[in-house]
């Protein structure tokens, strides 16, 4: 199975500043053949299920605000959200969608400061 | 409007039986691979079972296998799991959810809580 360890467990960010997220995976989730990470990022916040954010390392899911970002390759991973607003409080695990079983990293909880 | 509606969560005594269920509505259910995903209290995300969109391909996380069983009924464009021999860290909510292709999870129900305890 893959692992996906996500850093750090939680973070407190000021409003309007940027929160970063690691998300590491035990084996690449780069498919060369259609050069493409396996990878998604969630988000949910309290009393919620999760919602999709991002898929493909860095594709916006349709209706997601552009403060949300995805970054990275192979088995390093980062999600940023810029200009942290209230609404962002939440957990966000990050997911390898490469092989089954479909891993989830252990989440990162987001709290403002 | 996309809906998924999961049931049939409850308390039930360790070793005992329930069966899952989530309607949904506002998707081409039989074209969906769909799946179960669970979340203990306080809890991070684990992936249950995953059912292809004809329902003749299963898969089962390990912890699950020869316990749970998925299926499906896409003249009813619903999905089930039941869970036999359940175990106290079977606690969980449990999520129905499609699954976009091969792919990454786009749609998820709102759960339903399942609890085991004598």
């Known amino acids: 199975d893959i692992v996906m360890t996500q850093s750090p467990d939680s973070l407190a960010v000021s409003l309007g500043e940027r929160a970063t997220i690691n998300c590491k995976s035990s084996?690449?989730?780069?498919?060369?053949?259609?050069?493409?990470?396996?990878l998604a990022w969630y988000q949910q916040k309290p009393g919620q299920p999760p919602k999709l954010l991002i898929y493909?390392?860095?594709t916006r899911e349709s209706g997601v605000p552009d403060r949300f970002s995805g970054s990275g390759s192979g088995t390093d991973f980062t999600l940023t959200i810029n200009n942290l607003q209230a609404e962002d409080v939440a957990v966000y695990y990050c997911q390898q969608y490469y092989s089954t079983p479909r891993t989830f990293g252990q989440g990162t909880k987001v709290e403002i400061k | 409007e996309v809906q998924l509606l999961e049931s049939g969560g409850g308390l039930v005594q360790p070793g005992g039986s329930l069966r899952l269920a989530c309607i949904t509505s506002g998707i081409t259910f039989n074209s969906n691979v769909m799946n179960w995903v669970r979340q203990a209290p306080g809890k991070g995300l684990e992936w249950v079972s995953e059912i292809s969109g004809s329902g003749d391909k299963t898969v089962y996380a390990d912890f699950v296998k020869g316990r749970f069983t998925v299926s499906r009924d896409n003249s009813r464009n619903t999905l089930y799991l039941a869970m036999n021999n359940l175990r106290v860290d079977d606690t969980a909510v449990y999520y129905c959810?499609?699954?976009?292709?091969?792919?990454?999870?786009?749609?998820w129900g709102r759960g339903t809580l399942v609890t085991v305890s004598s």
């Open positions: 493909w390392a860095s």
């Open positions: 959810v499609t699954q976009f292709a091969d792919w990454y999870f786009d749609l």
């Open positions: 084996r690449s989730v780069f498919y060369s053949s259609n050069s493409k990470n396996y």
